[in-house]
């Protein structure tokens, strides 16, 4: 065996005359259009490999170290022996065999005194000029001897693939059956490509290490899991293919009604993801304060414009100077009165398959992506969902879900979960192309053993009437525990609603996961405040007991007035029982 080494700087060029070194310039003119042409480490692999046998080699292999293919950066300088790589890309011309050629994707440690080990120990690329099997590291390469022996294996180069002193793998380049091997020349030549490639390879390494970093990000700021609520039966599928900035949640509000969400970033990497993250926080924290939804779009759209250009945006119609744009659809399921209203902002409109198996795409109008160029105007659309009907959200890679979800559902038995995952695989037989989301919910209507509600006039006696409404109830739902609670928190609420607001006034009360919620709803648009009363104030320390003694109160604008809301642990639940 002839071996030499060489460092990267196109050794012998001042004595190859002018066609070889035109020929080398014409190679990297055809590397800058055919090779890098994407960014997936495989693909760049294969069109360096594909442009070297389209040339001047026979046979390229393209191997790369290990942590190259997760995305990492390994440390700079010379590779401590011995090396694991990969193969990424194998390639050769016409009329050679690759049927005995290791595929893509086999494993293998580089030995000691080969060139491959050799090129990375020092970062220097090999020429062997000549390959005889007698040559002591070639006996320990079988795959090469077989193609000296068979296919007339005579020369081989090693190149390095480095970029700033990083080391990424080695690029292999042999000579089968010709009457002349490589020389200083097609070293030179072999050393330029590898030099260009491994640029572009670097570039997917990077955006390798980037998707990775963002589908990480992505997964733990989507719910792993979503607790049980009276309102529904929920489940999805969530497949987080491409790294961008998809999303669902469900947000519990007063009554216990649901606010389901799934919304998408028309983008890709770390940005999209970190928008995702900006939006989805703001929509479930305005929805936990029962902001209404098409309120929350608007102010959410704001919110994405404002988040680029820092400075407020009141006013602003978008879109974004980066092009992102949020699609988002919200539905707020009451349970109570079986009602859904949508709003949507560029998303695809919820499908619904009813209890007799029709489905029906909901006629939604959309406002702008939120971000996106448009006034931020989102028309609500209210729609009455008989109990068991099936509400599904999804992103945009899904079209047309109604049929596919239809026979996933009669295949799974009900089983929504198995529904949601078939369904996906018939539509993506070979998996889909972009983030994909499908939420599915079964509603449930509330009946009169989880709900009771009375409407009172307006006059003192029926603060009176509330106590005793309140404590028959809870006596024949068994939760004798809550009604001295109960009936305190109803006769605080209704003493409001009598005292400032005219008309008369409704008093429910909701049995949810694990809260009884009791509910004042008057005419009166004026909303309480909490005071801390004086010692010898004749009065105003009603919100302060119902505050002490609920779990949690609030309010919420309804279209007759406010409702005051407060919320009592059921017996045998605790705090976390809620929060979870």
């Not at 940005?271 to 936990?288: E, I, K, N, R």
């Not at 449930?444 to 009375?454: H, N």
């Not at 007759?560 to 009592?568: L, M, V």
Request: proline residues 7%; aromatic residues 4%.
């Amino acid at each position: 065996m002839s071996q030499e080494g060489s460092s990267g700087d196109e050794p012998g060029s001042s004595a190859a005359g002018t066609a070889r070194p035109r020929e080398r310039l014409r190679l990297l003119e055809r590397a800058a259009t055919q090779v890098g042409t994407t960014l997936d480490l495989f693909r760049t692999a294969a069109e360096l490999a594909d442009l070297a046998v389209s040339d001047f080699a026979d046979l390229a292999v393209v191997e790369l170290l290990d942590p190259v293919l997760r995305g990492e950066a390994p440390e700079p300088g010379p590779v401590d022996e011995p090396a694991a790589v990969r193969r990424a890309a194998v390639a050769t011309s016409d009329g050679w065999d690759l049927g005995r050629v290791r595929g893509v994707g086999d494993a293998r440690v580089l030995r000691f005194g080969s060139p491959y080990a050799q090129a990375l120990t020092d970062l220097r690329p090999r020429l062997v000029r000549r390959l005889t099997p007698e040559d002591p590291w070639l006996r320990r390469e079988p795959e090469i001897i077989r193609f000296a022996e068979e296919e007339g294996a005579q020369s081989l180069i090693a190149v390095p693939l480095t970029v700033r002193g990083v080391p990424l793998g080695v690029a292999s380049f042999f000579r089968l059956g010709r009457a002349r091997g490589f020389d200083e020349e097609d070293l030179a030549q072999a050393v330029g490509l590898a030099s260009f490639g491994a640029v572009c390879l670097d570039n997917a390494r990077r955006y390798a290490r980037e998707k990775a970093l963002a589908r990480l990000v992505q997964r733990t700021l989507v719910p792993r899991r979503i607790p049980a609520r009276v309102a529904a039966e929920t489940a999805w599928t969530f497949l987080p293919v491409a790294a961008g900035g998809s999303w669902f949640d469900v947000v519990s509000v007063s009554g216990a009604r649901i606010v389901c969400v799934v919304g998408e970033v028309a983008g890709h990497g770390m940005t999209a993801v970190s928008l995702m993250g900006q939006v989805s926080t703001a929509v479930s924290t305005l929805a936990a304060v029962d902001m209404a939804v098409d309120e929350i779009l608007a102010r959410v759209h704001d919110l994405v414009v404002t988040a680029e250009t820092g400075r407020s945006t009141l006013s602003a119609d978008g879109p974004r100077a980066d092009g992102l744009g949020v699609g988002c659809v919200l539905a707020l399921y009451d349970p109570v009165n079986g009602s859904c209203t949508v709003a949507r902002a560029g998303g695809p409109a919820p499908t619904v398959v009813f209890p007799d198996g029709d489905t029906t795409v909901l006629d939604v109008p959309s406002g702008p992506p939120l971000g996106g160029q448009g006034a931020p105007s989102y028309p609500l659309s209210r729609f009455d969902l008989p109990d068991g009907s099936l509400l599904a959200l999804h992103t945009a890679s899904l079209t047309e879900p109604g049929p596919p979800l239809v026979r996933s559902l009669v295949a799974a038995g009900g089983d929504l979960h198995k529904a949601s995952d078939s369904t996906l695989a018939e539509m993506f037989p070979e998996g889909p192309s972009e983030d994909t989301v499908l939420f599915l919910a079964r509603t449930r209507v509330l009946g009169p053993d989880r709900t009771c509600s009375w409407t009172l006039a307006n006059r003192p006696e029926s603060v009176a009437d509330a106590r005793g409404l309140v404590s028959r109830q809870l006596t024949a739902w068994g939760l004798d525990e809550l009604v001295p609670g109960t009936q305190l928190l109803a006769s605080e609420l209704v003493t409001n609603g009598v005292r400032y607001s005219t008309g008369e006034v409704e008093l429910r009360i909701i049995m949810r996961e694990h809260t009884l919620a009791c509910e004042v709803t008057d005419c009166s648009n004026a909303a309480p405040t909490l005071r801390r009363a004086q010692d010898d104030d004749e009065g105003g320390r009603g919100l302060f007991l119902v505050s002490r003694l609920a779990l949690d109160w609030g309010v919420r604008p309804t279209a007759r007035g406010k409702t005051i809301w407060a919320e009592q642990l059921l017996p045998g639940h605790d705090k976390s029982d809620r929060d979870s």
